[in-house]
Nanobody
Framework: QVQLVESGGGLVQAGGSLRLSCAAS????????MGWFRQAPGKDREFVAQ????????YYADSVKGRFTISRDNAKNTVYLQMNSLKPEDTAVYFC????????????????WGQGTQVTVSS
């Protein structure tokens, strides 16, 4: 069982940047593809990005493509989400999770969710 803890959220102005981190416990972290999701108030949790176990392949939601970058450091048991050119519509709680289904993009394709970190983008 992998346990996940997100950090790095905060308040930023539109156009700014943040880097989120997701620290994982457990020896098998490097065996799993990992993903980031987000959930805005009153909305469903939506897929943001996924990275393969090796870090060699990534996949993004259209809404963040070209602005966000997912990466991982298996030696540190950590996955990152670099967010640039942030927009007010990026405001949400961001969650990381372990992929259960290769290249799935729905909530049920992931498990072992972290507690989330709040990102607020002001206009």
């Amino acid at each position: 069982q992998v346990q996940l803890v997100e950090s790095g959220g905060g308040l930023v102005q539109a156009g700014g940047s943040l880097r989120l981190s997701c620290a994982a416990s457990g020896r098998t972290f490097s065996s799993y593809a990992m993903g980031w999701f987000r959930q805005a108030p009153g909305k469903d949790r939506e897929f943001v990005a996924q990275i393969s176990w090796s870090g060699g392949s990534t996949y993004y939601a259209d809404s963040v493509k070209g602005r966000f970058t997912i990466s991982r450091d298996n030696a540190k048991n950590t996955v990152y989400l670099q967010m640039n050119s942030l927009k007010p519509e990026d405001t949400a709680v961001y969650f990381c999770a372990v992929a259960k289904t290769p290249w799935g993009t729905t909530r049920t394709d992931f498990g072992s969710w972290g507690q989330g970190t709040q990102v607020t983008v002001s206009s």
